[in-house]
């Protein structure tokens, strides 16, 4: 699709295309942020994909420290330890891809 377009545009075509190739995907999924005793409820996350992979997307000029520290919040969160920031403003798709584990 090339650079340019919103990270919500992305979001619906990534989960399209793991779709297409059997993968379990789930979008804008609920989590809930356990603080002490507190349930805080609200918090979504981009995609989830098998149950086991936190995908957060992003349309920046460069995926700054905070939204790698925003994945690994999710991670913990979630209860997951795998996860990938996608950027999708980059001339090559794979230059945009980040991998972190919890």
């Known amino acids: 699709m090339g650079p340019g ?13 793991l779709g297409l190739r059997g ?17 805080i409820e609200g918090q979504r996350l981009d995609l989830i994909v098998g149950g086991r992979i936190i995908v957060e997307l992003k349309a920046v000029d460069a995926v700054a420290r905070i939204h790698q520290a925003k994945l690994i919040s ?14 999708f403003n980059v001339t090559v798709l794979k230059d945009g891809i980040q991998r972190m584990v919890r």
């Open 74 to 87: 999710y991670l913990k969160a979630a209860g997951l330890r795998l996860g990938l920031i996608i950027n």
């Open 23 to 39: 993968l379990p995907v789930a979008r804008q999924q609920d989590i809930i942020v356990q603080f002490k005793e507190l349930r």
């Open 5 to 17: 377009f919103l990270e919500s545009v992305y979001e619906k075509a990534l989960e399209y295309e």
